[in-house]
DNA sequence: CTGAAAGCGCTAACAA
DNA sequence: TTGTTAGCGCTTTCAG
């Protein structure tokens, strides 16, 4: 492996001057970096020659932080998710740094190993999903680097943080329901997050303004797993208190749902109609295709990445709340039929 | 941040004994380490109370390679390579390891580019999902550092691969539809990879066992990309040549030809058939479910990454090529109707 | 069994 | 404008 070492001798300068040479297209300097021209050439050249890459581990070490950056999420196959971090990806890649994945599983356990592991390996900032338990005390969390918290509040801390109007989303996903005639709107809301949880607020602020309340029976908390919006829907279908409508809150219980309803035969939306957040692949290739509330996830890990590194680049910068509406985009899944006006 | 010499001052040692304390875990030394019980705990509860954690930085540095691995992929949002991502997200951190996470794109200047950062964060190891063109040229590329191929194949280099048995499952899913009474079938087929390549062999191979060449108005390479698939399969359904059947090399194409028949109102299977490959979350979803061959996904990250952790832990070792079969899935969307038999 | 010291590759004071 | 040198935190000879 060829070092600094190696280009000073053939450029025939000190490594203090190749390092010169090449931190200066990095930092740029406020009188720029008094290097010779000639001298510069000579550098360039031997680094060419052999061709010489930085060691970034050592650069790493010596500056006390990375060029990475670690996105710390419930899993990358929530759709969602995948789209963030391909947005992540991109920003983060082409402003120089590179991108840690990994997956919680919404376990605060994991979510501490890693939050630890990002410090351990000195990264530059996080990019995190936390889980409800984790949001509530974030504040004792000691984070000692840039963090920006995508998709989930955060109360009692001063956090950088991009998410949707949850309550808003929520409320005018069920208003439109209500107002085609659905009554009897069961929720499947993701447990651990406060995503769910802020929902499932809207769901019920919305049906306290049709001067509803919702049953019990109708409001389930469940893993953000296909099979478990699966298993829900099934015993809510199967029970006494059918529902009209299902109201989930991400699209893989969307999934289960449409699953148990297929598995019992029934027709969506005559026998009972779906809607949920987040648009996929297949949301408008199933038939009836879903009414949804799409949220513009390129651009959310697209914000959340260009709000990192701003506050690395200036950590004392006052912190910003980025709250994006959603879209609600009405398909077959929810139309309104004739019994129900 | 408190850092090895803390620990050996409250400690009364020198940081070496703490090294060795820390790392003795790490490395199964074949004598053990020699220090003595009395001072081990000495050491540990200083590492207890100032809750130290080693810099990985620095010992990467010093050990001049790290417990990082990359995974290098076209795009993390095709669900073929997301799950890929999970099961080897899931195997490297349990190992001790952290991932990385590159999208190229299918851009060969985006994985040379990828290469080098990877060999600059002087990683462990990657897991690399190459272009035909990195393919052909694998030798070449001068990787000096442990890597493994998934998904595609390569040829005239020594490297350890897991992947399909691409031929064989294009072959089955093709004479299934041949079977089935559909003769005018068309490929989409993914360019850039092998992959594409050798389904696409399968594909003829099967017609040929039928006695039947494809016509080459049929057989069509495009972007990974569903608007890629909508837009090629529109001119083909558009054309003079009608295809009554889609043969589509991975699912993104095979979202973007089912959009082109919502499109042009056309029925599936009794307009055109659709076959594709990788389950997906929406391919028992729509109507009818479609018939695939499923790839063992998780299966083949767990096993890429085994392949090179051991690499990683005996450079020497001899090359190993797995070869997995896909599982056929037939479903409704490849049903022999009444007119075809 | 333990400590002293060198050095991984790099950058930033400080000198010259 | 350039070189010398120290040191980031760690592990590993080499002595003892």
Request: aromatic content about 6%.
């Amino acid at each position: 492996m060829v070092s600094i070492k190696d280009v000073a001798s053939t450029a025939g300068v000190s490594t203090a001057t190749v390092s010169r040479v090449l931190t200066n297209g990095l930092h740029v300097r406020p009188d720029g970096l008094h290097v010779r021209p000639e001298v510069r050439e000579r550098v360039m050249a031997a680094v060419e020659k052999l061709e010489y890459r930085p060691n970034l581990v050592a650069r790493s070490l010596r500056a006390q932080q990375s060029s990475k950056i670690g996105l710390i999420v419930s899993d990358i196959r929530n759709p969602f998710f995948t789209s963030i971090s391909r947005a992540v990806e991109d920003t983060t890649h082409e402003q120089g740094f590179s991108l840690f994945l990994c997956n919680t599983d919404e376990d605060p356990e994991k979510e501490a190993i890693y939050l630890k592991l990002m410090r351990d390996e000195s990264v530059a900032g996080v990019i995190f999903s936390p889980t409800r338990q984790m949001a509530a005390n974030f504040a004792s969390a000691e984070i000692n680097f840039p963090i920006v918290v995508v998709d989930r509040l955060i109360t009692g801390a001063d956090v950088d943080v991009v998410l949707l109007d949850n309550v808003d989303a929520a409320y005018r996903l069920t208003v439109h329901l209500l107002e085609n005639g659905y009554r009897r709107i069961a929720a499947l809301c993701g447990e651990m997050s406060t995503t769910g949880r802020e929902r499932q607020a809207g769901y019920e602020k919305a049906l306290r303004a049709y001067d509803l309340s919702p049953l019990t029976e109708h409001v389930k908390y469940v893993q953000p797993k296909i099979e478990a919006g699966y298993a829900a829907a099934l015993k809510m279908i199967d029970s006494a208190h059918m529902p009209d409508a299902f109201f989930t809150t991400n699209s893989l219980l969307a999934a289960g749902v449409l699953q148990a309803m297929r598995a019992r035969n029934l027709t969506i939306p005559d026998d009972i109609a779906l809607v949920t957040f987040d648009e996929t692949t297949w949301a408008e290739l199933v038939q009836p295709p879903i009414t949804l509330i799409a949220q513009p996830t390129y651009e959310i890990g697209k914000t959340a990445t260009e709000l990192l590194l701003q506050r690395i680049a200036d950590p004392t910068r006052s912190t910003r709340q980025v709250i994006l509406k959603g879209k609600l985009l009405v398909r077959g899944s929810s139309a309104a039929h004739s019994g129900k006006r």
